[in-house]
């Protein structure tokens, strides 16, 4: 075949795929790729790549383009743009190019054209019908690789059409169970009956044949969709990825830019970023695998107008994705622990019982990952430093964003869709976090808004402000059983702390943000006031509490430098009782009287409880709020004058008392998200 009769035939597949993905055979997306960019090309040199007409003995110009990315970043320098025809490249991505502070190097779309980086088995997406074979043996509806992929660990999987992720289970009886509840074993011998939890893979590790099975499913849990849609793999297209996929590294690369493309295809980490200098993600949409991006030693990094979205399906559920048995000596699949084990090694540590079992891998365990260096670098300056994430959205994790590092700047993105933690706020590195800003962004659908690790202080100041917390939805939490056939879904609260050896967690200061949250234990004033220490300081200050169900016990905070007042606090529902003393306790609480001197009147002065009056405020999750005060609104210039070391934008003139709350009135509406596309009335409900 001629190479012109190629590339009409990778066109025709291309075209015949786009059809399929227009049509959603799968699922309707939750996450559409955002619209082709027309961004000009601009000046300077330019070089390019096709991945269909290119050949890499090319020059790389425009007539006669590069095929492969890989190859065309060892041809550029400084002030060089690599532009990128439309079409996937099926490369695992090393990147170390060196541009200079004025001439930095650019590496785009091309104007009008979808580029997709992608580290996935082609096959799959390209040829489904000669990719799978039905499985011999196996459960209805249930296929198998026609090739093996010997030595890949593991397998992770997107529908192609609409880029939602596929369950990666442990075990062949859970891909070809029919039951789809959560049913203890009468017998004691598999912790749970087996249980189908959606369409999903499993990787053979001893024939390296992969399996799916696409059956649909059928739970009745209000708001939690079911899969019904094509059931044949054969018919539409698959991303699946080796287990050891990284389709972008930035490896000590400067002075670079990203703009307009999709990286999808990951196994581990989607993007990866090592000791980068001065970085710049712009409309770059990750479709993440275990992890987003994943960054360590890095800065300046700037990421705007960009999305990472995870791999945890609609119709997931928290406890299915969890880890049954893992400990230092044993990992299922490979060994369950014996039943006497007991503890093991760390005396706090108590193994599982030994019928306990894993049932699906958790695809993605968190979207962005800042960590520290590694304990023999001794040459790093200073961990991750200088950053600024603005206008991007953080989908579909188990947990969202892990912020550490020196001057980093978290402003107007969406973070949603979170079976455990939204935004980490303390570093898993201890004395690492300084300069942490988070404010102006829109945080929903999630269990934990706002968490810590309590051994990353106790030097750091990390500041949160202006932020709109609104927890009407719920995750689901607990699969449904025999006993609860709806499920179990928790709506969230505002800030947890993890972990038992209390180093001291930074310096946290809360102010000017609107909580909407559930009623826990201890969820007096969102639990921003809880896990202190006496060498770090906290604020609790101008904030907007709503609770859902009803009025938390008092706070009984510890004597140490806590500043709590100015706070609004109200129940939205109707039958809520405002219990005996609700603030009065607060405030004569021993600690209040400890800190008087030092903040006059102690804890919760002028706060008090009263109904903020939104402009549309409604408890159902699909209701469109409106977090914007009335005029006649209690929360209007009853806050506290801020301490001058507390940043905000929003600060009135002439010290006067602030409007409680993110959105003063009056004040600018903020937009969040890509291109600030979200903005209020604002509903809970971000799924189908």
């Known amino acids: 075949m001629t190479r012109c009769f190629q590339w009409v035939a990778v066109l025709l597949l291309v075209l015949s795929t786009q059809t399929l993905i227009a049509q959603s055979i799968s699922h309707p997306t939750l996450r559409p790729l955002p619209e082709v960019s027309q961004r000009p090309l601009g000046n300077g040199p330019k070089f390019f790549v096709d991945s269909v007409k290119g050949d890499d003995a090319a ?137 189908y939890c959606g369409p999903g893979l499993w990787y053979d590790r001893d024939s390296g044949h992969i399996h799916v099975r696409l059956a649909h499913t059928n739970l009745t849990t209000p708001g939690i969709p079911n899969y019904k849609g094509e059931t044949d793999p054969r018919k539409l297209p698959l991303i699946l990825s080796p287990f050891g996929s990284v389709p972008l590294k930035i490896d000590m690369a400067k002075h670079v830019r990203f703009q307009d493309v999709v990286i999808r295809g990951a196994g581990t980490n989607c993007v990866e970023l090592r000791m980068g200098i001065d970085v710049e993600f712009d ?140 935004i980490y706020l303390s570093s898993p590195s201890r004395y690492m976090n300084d300069d ?53 879904l928790l709506r969230g609260h505002g800030f947890l702390a993890h972990g038992n050896d209390l180093l001291g967690m930074e310096s ?12 826990w234990s201890g969820s007096y004033a969102g639990r921003t006031w809880t896990t202190t220490h006496p060498r770090t300081r906290r604020s609790v200050l101008n904030n907007l509490f709503v609770y859902l169900n009803r009025y938390p016990d008092s706070a009984y905070p510890e004597e140490h430098d806590i500043q709590m007042d100015g706070n609004l606090h109200w129940c939205a ?30 804890w919760e002065a002028n706060s008090f409880v009263a109904d903020p009056r939104f402009t549309a405020f409604d408890r ?4 469109k709020n409106d977090y914007r005060l009335l005029p006649n609104s209690s929360a209007i210039g009853k806050g506290v004058v801020l301490p001058k070391e507390l940043f905000d934008s929003q600060r009135p003139a002439n010290d006067t008392r602030p409007d409680i709350g993110a959105i003063p009135l009056n004040g600018d509406v903020p937009g969040f998200g890509r291109q600030s596309r979200v903005k209020s009335p604002i509903a809970a409900h971000s799924g189908p």
């Not at 490369?91 to 779309?109: F, L, Q, S």
């Not at 942490?436 to 945080?443: F, G, K, T, W």
């Not at 946290?508 to 009623?519: A, D, K, S």
Request: hydrophobic residues 35%.
């Open 59 to 195: 020059p790389g110009n425009e007539a006669a383009p590069w095929r492969t990315i890989n190859h065309a970043l060892k041809q550029l320098g400084a002030s060089d743009t690599l532009v990128l025809r439309g079409g996937v490249y099926r490369e695992n991505v090393y990147c170390a190019v060196a541009g200079k502070p004025d001439a930095p190097i650019t590496i785009r779309a091309f104007p009008g054209e979808r580029v997709i980086v992608d580290g996935s088995f082609a096959e799959f997406f390209d040829e489904p019908a000669k990719a799978w074979e039905p499985a011999a043996n196996g459960a209805a509806g249930e296929y198998r690789s026609v090739k093996a992929y010997k030595n890949i660990r593991d397998v992770l999987g997107l529908f192609g059409d609409s880029h939602i992720a596929l369950q990666t289970y442990w075990h062949t009886m859970d891909l070809r169970a029919t039951n789809e509840l959560w049913i203890d074993d009468p017998e004691k011998k598999l912790m749970v009956l087996p249980l």
């Open 283 to 422: 409309n770059v949409t990750i479709f993440a695998g275990t992890y987003g991006l994943r960054s360590q030693s890095t800065g300046p990094f700037r990421m705007v107008n960009s999305a990472i979205h995870g791999m945890i399906p609609p119709w997931a559920w928290r406890d299915e994705n969890s880890l049954f048995t893992y400990s230092p000596r044993f990992y299922d699949p490979f060994i369950a622990p014996p039943k006497d084990l007991g503890r093991i090694g760390n005396p706090s540590y108590e193994t599982k019982p030994g019928n306990a079992r894993n049932i699906a891998r958790l695809n993605s365990h968190a979207l962005l990952v800042t960590e520290g260096s590694y304990e023999f670098e001794v040459f790093y300056y200073p961990y991750n430093h200088d950053w600024e994430i603005a206008n991007c959205e953080f989908t579909d994790g188990h947990d969202g964003v892990y912020l550490s590092g020196r001057a980093i700047n978290f402003h107007h993105n969406v973070v949603e869709r979170m079976q455990d933690d939204g």
């Open 436 to 488: 942490i800003h988070v404010h102006h962004n829109l945080i929903r659908d999630i269990f934990s808004t706002f968490a810590c690790n309590n051994t990353g202080g106790p030097i750091g100041e990390i500041y949160i402000y202006r932020n709109l917390l609104d927890q009407r939805q719920g995750v689901p939490f607990s699969r449904p059983n025999p006993k609860t056939p709806e499920g179990g």
């Open 508 to 519: 946290l200061h809360f102010y000017q943000n609107t909580f909407i949250t559930e009623t």
């Open 573 to 602: 529902a109707a039958d809520a009782k405002l219990p005996d003393g609700f603030i009065e306790k607060v405030r004569e609480a021993k600690g209040s009287k400890a800190i008087a001197a030092k903040y006059p009147g102690g």
């Open 620 to 623: 159902a999750p699909a209701a």
